[in-house]
């Protein structure tokens, strides 16, 4: 079954805890990016790649890395998390950066820090 | 920088009814592609519906249409016969064709619709 796939669903941490969400897809997509969501908000863009060893900065990246070194993986990284980095995070992909195809977003990780 | 916005951050529709939800959006190009997602409580994110700028015919997708107004920058989404099943959250979205934001989506802030039985 074609699918995004994000790790863990939920998790609750403590300021400074370096944490990590992973984020898998198998369509053999080139674009893969990060959003957050926040009430009022709608999704932000934080990364992007568009390919592998490819990423660059959405609208939102401070806080946040990412890396790319296979195709399929794209992880979050929060170095030093903070409670502004209480959200709602999607991965999503797409087969590529243009077009009108549509983008293939994972189950969301909801992420509480203390 | 391109910009959505919806302007309803609740609406409500009876069971079988139609209902319309707003979204204006802000651009300097003249290609790019728009988008209506649905999330349900189940946090998922489900593609309705998606409409090419340069296309004038609007989309349709069985109870789903849209109203797309170019020059006013309007992408409306209707859904006709609504289902408890339609209750969520919708977000217009929109994509650009070319330029240094290609790929990114830019998501409107969403609008809850409630279907009452």
Redesign the interface.
């Known amino acids: 079954e074609a699918q995004v796939t994000q790790n863990p669903r939920y998790l609750i941490t403590v300021t400074g805890k370096k944490l990590t969400v992973t984020c898998s897809q198998n369509m053999n997509h080139e674009?893969m990016?990060w959003?957050r969501q926040d009430p009022?908000?709608?999704?932000?863009?934080i990364y992007?790649s568009?390919n592998v060893e490819v990423t660059d900065k959405?609208?939102v990246p401070e806080g946040y890395k990412v890396s790319r070194k296979e195709k399929r993986n794209f992880p979050l990284i929060l170095e030093s998390p903070s409670p502004n980095q209480t959200s709602?995070y999607?991965c999503?992909s797409?087969l590529s950066?243009?077009?009108?195809q549509?983008?293939h977003?994972g189950?969301?990780t909801r992420l509480s820090i203390l | 920088a391109q910009t959505?916005t919806?302007s309803q951050?609740e609406m409500s529709v009876q069971e079988a009814e139609t209902v319309t939800l707003s979204c204006t959006y802000d651009t300097s190009e003249s290609d790019y592609?728009l988008?209506w997602y649905k999330q349900p409580p189940?946090?998922?994110?489900i593609?309705v519906i998606?409409q090419?700028a340069y296309k004038q015919q609007n989309a349709t997708e069985n109870r789903f249409s849209v109203n797309f107004q170019k020059a006013a920058k309007s992408f409306s989404l209707k859904i006709s016969d609504s289902q408890l099943g339609d209750a969520a959250m919708y977000?217009c979205?929109y994509?650009a064709?070319?330029g240094t934001s290609?790929?990114?989506?830019?998501?409107?802030?969403?609008t809850i619709l409630t279907v009452h039985p």
Do not use: C, H, I
């Open positions: 674009y990016s959003y009022g908000l709608g999704l932000r863009q992007y568009m959405g609208d709602l999607f999503a797409s950066w243009g077009g009108n549509p983008q977003f189950d969301g | 959505v919806q951050p592609y988008f189940s946090r998922q994110m593609l998606r090419e977000f979205a994509r064709y070319s290609y790929g990114k989506l830019t998501f409107g802030q969403g």
